[in-house]
Nanobody
Framework: QVQLVESGGGLVQAGDSLRLSCAAS????????MAWFRQAPGKEREFVAAISWSGRSTDYADSVKGRFTISRDNRKDEEHLQMNSLQPEDTAVYYCAVKSVDYSTDYTVNWEEWYDYWGQGTQITVTS
C-alpha cells in the first residue's frame, strides 16, 4: 500500500508561481512512476505532467508546456510540480498519482487509469 501526501496549493494571482509537492510512502524497494492530474469545476480530470521512475522521461499537457516543470527526488520518493505564469484556467484541484513499477518500466503514461494510487488533492485558485 502506498500513501500520498500533497502540499503546496493555494490562492494566487495570474502570473504568480506555485510549487506542489507529493510525498509517497511505501515499501522502500519500490520504484514509482509519478504524475499530476487536475480537475476543474464541472470538468473531467485531465493529465498535467508525468515523470518516469528514473526521472529521465517527462511529459506535459500542451496547455502547461513551457510553464510547468515536473521533477522528483528519489531519495525521498517525492515529486514536485513547479508552476509558473499561472493563469485563471489553471484553477483546479490537483492530484498526484503514482504507480509502482519495475526497473524496465521507465517511461511516462498520461492516462489516469494506469495509476494505482492517488493523493487527496490540493486546490489551486488563480485570480485574474
Amino acid at each position: 500500500q502506498v500513501q500520498l501526501v500533497e502540499s503546496g496549493g493555494g490562492l494566487v494571482q495570474a502570473g504568480d508561481s506555485l510549487r506542489l509537492s507529493c510525498a509517497a510512502s511505501g515499501p522502500s524497494s519500490s520504484k514509482y512512476a509519478m504524475a499530476w492530474f487536475r480537475q476543474a469545476p464541472g470538468k473531467e480530470r485531465e493529465f498535467v505532467a508525468a515523470i518516469s521512475w528514473s526521472g529521465r522521461s517527462t511529459d506535459y499537457a500542451d496547455s502547461v508546456k513551457g510553464r510547468f516543470t515536473i521533477s522528483r527526488d528519489n531519495r525521498k520518493d517525492e515529486e514536485h510540480l513547479q508552476m509558473n505564469s499561472l493563469q485563471p484556467e489553471d484553477t483546479a484541484v490537483y492530484y498526484c498519482a503514482v504507480k509502482s513499477v519495475d526497473y524496465s518500466t521507465d517511461y511516462t503514461v498520461n492516462w489516469e487509469e494506469w495509476y494505482d494510487y492517488w493523493g487527496q488533492g490540493t486546490q489551486i485558485t488563480v485570480t485574474s
